[in-house]
C-alpha cells in the first residue's frame, strides 16, 4: 500500500460523508440546533456514535432522541475517564515535578502568553489539543462507541494495524480543521476581552492550568464568530472526525458462546431421580420407583410416549 494511501481513503471518505450532511439541510439544521444546547447536545455525540459503530455510507437519520442521549452521556463518562487518565494524570504529575525543582513554569507560560501574538497562541494551542486529543483519547473512544467495551489495547491495536505514521497524518489533518474556527473567533474578539490578571497568582505550575482554562474561556465568551457559520461547521467537522473513526480497522468482537446443547432424556431422567432423593429422600431404587410410577400416570393421562413423558416431568421441575 502506497504510503498515507490507507490515511488519505479514510479522509477521502470523511470528507464525502459530511458534503452529504451538508446537502440535507434538514439532517443538518437538527444536528445544529441540538448541538447548542448544553446537555441536549449529548445526543448529538450519541448520533455520531451511532455512525462509529454501523459506519453508514450515508448519513443516518436523526431519530430516537432518547436512546441518543443515553449514548453521548454514556460517551461522555467514557471521554472524561480517558481524559483523567492519559491527559490529567501526566499533567499533574508533571506539574509536581515542576514544583519539587523549582522551576517557575508560570512565569514561562506569562512569557510565552506576552510575546506571542493572540491569535498564534490561539491557533497553535487548538491545534496542538486537538491533536493530542484525537492521537491518544479518540480510538480508545471509537472502540467503546464500536465495540461498547472500554479496552485501550484493542484501541491502539487497531492504530497500529492502520498505521501509525497514516493515523498521525489523520489527526493533523483534524486537528487544522479546528483552526480556521480558532483563528475566525480569535480575530472577532472585541476590544473588552480584559488580560488575565497575572500579578494576582503566585509562583508556581500549580497556577498555569486554571489561567489556561481562563483564557480559552475567555475567548469562548466574547467570542462574535457568526453563528450561522460557526454552528453547522463544528456538526461537519465532527461529522468527519467520528466518520473516520468508523473506518479504523478495530479487532472484531468476540462471538458469542456457543449454545448449550439440550440435555438428552437420559439426562432428563437422571436428574428427575437426584430431584426425588434430595426432596424425599430413601435410596435410589425407590427414588427410581416413584419417577417410574409418575411416568406411566403421565403416559396414560396424555398418551404419550414414555420419552414424552421424562421429558413432560423434567421440564415441569
Not at 490529567?88 to 519539587?100: D, I, M, Q, R
Request: aromatic share 10%.
Amino acid at each position: 500500500m502506497a504510503s498515507l494511501e490507507r490515511a488519505r481513503s479514510a479522509l477521502a471518505e470523511g470528507f464525502r460523508f459530511a458534503a452529504a450532511l451538508a446537502k440535507d439541510a434538514r439532517k443538518l439544521l437538527t444536528l445544529t440546533l441540538l448541538n447548542i444546547v448544553p446537555i441536549v447536545n449529548l445526543s448529538v455525540t450519541g448520533y455520531f456514535a451511532r455512525v462509529v459503530r454501523d459506519n453508514p455510507r450515508e448519513p443516518p437519520e436523526v431519530r430516537g432522541f432518547k436512546e441518543l442521549l443515553k449514548e453521548g452521556f454514556r460517551l461522555l463518562l467514557v471521554q472524561l475517564l480517558l481524559g483523567f487518565i492519559i491527559v490529567g494524570l501526566p499533567s499533574w504529575a508533571a506539574t509536581f515535578v515542576l514544583l519539587a525543582l523549582r522551576v517557575n513554569a508560570y512565569e514561562l507560560f506569562k512569557a510565552v502568553y506576552e510575546n506571542v501574538p493572540a491569535a498564534l497562541f490561539w491557533i497553535s494551542s487548538t491545534f496542538i489539543s486537538v491533536f493530542v486529543g484525537n492521537l491518544l483519547i479518540a480510538p480508545a473512544i471509537g472502540f467503546y462507541a464500536k465495540r461498547g467495551v472500554l479496552t485501550l489495547e484493542d484501541a491502539w491495536r487497531a492504530v497500529r494495524d492502520f498505521g501509525l505514521t497514516e493515523y498521525v497524518f489523520v489527526c493533523l489533518v483534524l486537528a487544522a480543521l479546528h483552526s480556521p474556527l480558532a483563528a475566525a473567533a480569535q480575530f472577532s474578539l472585541t476590544s473588552s476581552v480584559q488580560q488575565p490578571p497575572m500579578q494576582r497568582y503566585a509562583v508556581g505550575a500549580a497556577e498555569v492550568l486554571p489561567v489556561i482554562v481562563g483564557l480559552i474561556m475567555q475567548r469562548l465568551i466574547h467570542s462574535q464568530l457568526p453563528f450561522v457559520v460557526s454552528a453547522p461547521l463544528v456538526v461537519l467537522i465532527n461529522s468527519i472526525h467520528f466518520k473516520v473513526l468508523a473506518q479504523l480497522p478495530y479487532p472484531a468482537a468476540a462471538p458469542p458462546p456457543p449454545p448449550t446443547p439440550p440435555p438428552t432424556i437420559e439426562e432428563m431422567y437422571e436428574e428427575l431421580v437426584d430431584r426425588m432423593l434430595r426432596t424425599w429422600g430413601g435410596t435410589p431404587e425407590r427414588a427410581r420407583a416413584r419417577i417410574e410410577s409418575s411416568i406411566r400416570k403421565v403416559m396414560m393421562e396424555r398418551g404419550v410416549s414414555r420419552d414424552e413423558a421424562v421429558r413432560i416431568l423434567y421440564e415441569e421441575l
